[in-house]
């Protein structure tokens, strides 16, 4: 690792004490393990005995029909983008809670299935075939469930992580929408058959509230408030300029963007309206603080779409969505900070860097990346460090191309004191493992690192 420094003058900046904010992580998964209580707690309430293979077996595919019911719910009212969640626990972590979610949604479901025409064979003293198809053809709604059911096992098919690597991001996001149409079909024999629901009109009128309340977070938070933000502010590219050899960046101009509540270190999902790229949006994080009707957000060439960035024309209608992401301000709990990046993890971190209140001496930005070449925005960072008072480090790696790994022992080199910092990171996925546990193993709380994953 070669690390160079850009040591600043000194200044007069006043640090500003930033307040930190608790995270909602902790009472949200309360609140969703007490909802799964309450369901357990309404089989309970509706079963005098369970007796005989047939009762155990039914009443398992009972119980695993409910929780499925419910993670439903659940799956949806955590992709709703809600910014209290965005914001809050973070888009990528919202995004893995999802899912896990998923995971044991599809387990469910499949337990359910199984359980459930086991249960009723035993019950009927027939074969498992037949008897799932008398349920499935016999019984009301077992059609458009039997169809949902088949649409939410084979999402999670494709959700697989072999199989969705194989597949185009798009093609796999469109299959995942299905989810919705699938748990729709699905809601409906939940309620014409569920032995809890049947007999309880309170058990109904809440069951339709907890779909009704996920509907309304969908409906509100991805449908009318990207359409208030795209008519308010009327989004257009305004050009796009070379910054590094494969990296871009896009101005957006648009209408009163003071309004937009964009804080740095947040991202939006941006969608060109333009050939060939208006069918699929994608997250970019903001590179630069809004400023007089300008918004910039800066892109790496990899695939299909950050590839075709470099050819979008000056006045495309742009259509966005957010602001999203927890790497803000709001989350530094210690008056010093390290900002650690990893090749595009700098766009992020290069507004934090330029926003981020803080007194001389209290910020540093460390940028990894493999070349000087590579360094994006190189200019801005050194304007900013002389002008607030930072310090500035890159490391890159030795002429023969080898990198140093980040350690413990370095870090502390670097920062004697980095156990005492608040740390934002971004990066690779490789890069910021690497650097997580060689600041945790410098004595960084976990509480203290900060991360913002590029893939969801
Ligand atoms: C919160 C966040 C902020 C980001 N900020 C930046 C940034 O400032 N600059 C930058 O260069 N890159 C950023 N990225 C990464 C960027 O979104 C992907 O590199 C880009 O979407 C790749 O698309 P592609 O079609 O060019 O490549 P592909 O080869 O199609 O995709 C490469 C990988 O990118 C991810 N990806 C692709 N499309 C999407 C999508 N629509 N939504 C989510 N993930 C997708 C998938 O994991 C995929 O495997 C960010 C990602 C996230 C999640």
């Known amino acids: 690792m070669v690390a160079t420094t850009h040591t600043p003058p000194p200044t007069s900046h006043?640090?500003?004490?930033?307040?930190?904010?608790?995270?909602?992580a902790a009472p949200?998964?309360?609140?969703?393990?007490?909802?799964?209580?309450?369901?357990?707690?309404?089989?309970?309430?509706?079963?005098?005995?369970?007796?005989?293979?047939?009762?155990?077996?039914?009443?398992?595919?009972r119980i695993t029909g409910l929780l499925c019911g419910y993670m439903c719910a659940l799956l949806v009212m955590l992709m709703a983008r809600v910014p209290?969640?965005?914001?809050?626990?973070?888009?990528?972590?919202?995004?893995?809670?999802?899912?896990?979610?998923?995971?044991?949604?599809?387990?469910?479901?499949?337990?359910?299935?199984?359980?459930?025409?086991?249960?009723?064979?035993?019950?009927?003293h027939t074969g498992p075939i037949r008897e799932f198809l008398s349920i499935v053809f016999d019984l009301p709604e077992m059609l458009k469930g039997t169809l949902g059911a088949a649409v939410l096992l084979a999402?999670?098919?494709?959700?697989?992580?072999?199989?969705?690597?194989?597949?185009?991001?798009?093609?796999?996001?469109?299959?995942?929408?299905?989810?919705?149409?699938?748990?729709f079909l699905a809601f409906w024999h939940q309620l014409a058959l569920g032995a809890d629901f049947v007999g309880s009109a309170a058990a109904r009128a809440a069951w339709y509230v907890l779909y009704a309340g996920a509907a309304a977070l969908v409906l509100w938070f991805r449908v009318l408030v990207p359409v208030r933000l795209n008519l308010r502010h009327r989004?257009?590219?305004?050009?796009?300029?070379?910054?590094?050899?494969?990296?871009?960046?896009?101005?957006?101009?648009?209408?009163?963007?003071?309004?937009?509540?964009?804080?740095?270190?947040?991202?939006?999902?941006?969608?060109?309206?333009?050939?060939?790229l208006w069918g699929a949006?994608?997250?970019y994080s903001l590179s630069a603080v809004p400023q007089s009707g300008l918004l910039r957000i800066t892109v790496k060439s990899l695939g299909d779409h950050s590839a075709a960035v470099p050819t979008i024309a000056r006045g495309t209608r742009v259509w966005a969505e957010g602001p999203y992401g927890a790497l803000t301000a709001n989350r530094r709990r210690r008056r010093k900070v390290l900002l650690l990046a990893g090749g595009t993890g700098i766009t992020p971190l290069r507004t934090l860097f330029e926003a981020l209140p803080a007194a001389p001496g209290d910020l540093t930005l460390l940028y990894r990346a493999r070349t000087a070449a590579e360094l994006t925005f190189r200019h801005e960072l050194e304007a900013i460090a002389?002008?607030?008072?930072?310090r500035l480090l890159y490391a890159l790696n030795s002429p023969d191309g080898t990198r140093t790994p980040l350690t413990a022992d370095r870090l502390r080199a670097t920062l004697p004191d980095i156990a005492e910092h608040d740390v934002f990171l971004c990066?690779?996925?490789?890069?910021?493992?690497?650097?997580?546990?060689?600041?945790?193993?410098?004595?960084?709380?976990?509480?203290?690192?900060?991360?913002?994953?590029f893939e969801f």
């Open 84 to 124: 209290w969640l965005e914001h809050g626990v973070g888009s990528d972590r919202t995004a893995r809670w999802h899912a896990s979610a998923g995971r044991w949604t599809v387990g469910l479901l499949a337990c359910h299935i199984v359980l459930i025409t086991l249960g009723y064979a035993a019950q009927a």
């Open 235 to 276: 989004l257009r590219v305004e050009v796009v300029v070379p910054e590094a050899p494969g990296v871009h960046s896009v101005w957006v101009r648009g209408r009163r963007l003071h309004e937009l509540g964009a804080q740095p270190g947040q991202f939006l999902r941006w969608r060109f309206l333009t050939q060939g």
């Open 14 to 24: 006043r640090a500003q004490a930033a307040r930190p904010r608790r995270s909602p």
């Open 427 to 453: 990066g690779p996925h490789p890069l910021a493992v690497a650097a997580y546990e060689a600041l945790r193993a410098a004595g960084v709380p976990a509480s203290r690192i900060h991360y913002e994953s």
């Open 281 to 283: 949006s994608h997250p």
């Open 28 to 61: 949200l998964l309360a609140a969703a393990w007490a909802g799964g209580f309450a369901v357990l707690g309404l089989w309970w309430q509706n079963t005098v005995s369970v007796a005989g293979s047939a009762g155990w077996l039914g009443g398992a595919g």
């Open 386 to 390: 002389d002008r607030r008072g930072a």
């Open 155 to 183: 999402v999670g098919f494709v959700s697989a992580r072999a199989v969705r690597r194989r597949m185009r991001y798009e093609t796999w996001y469109y299959l995942h929408l299905l989810t919705y149409a699938a748990i």
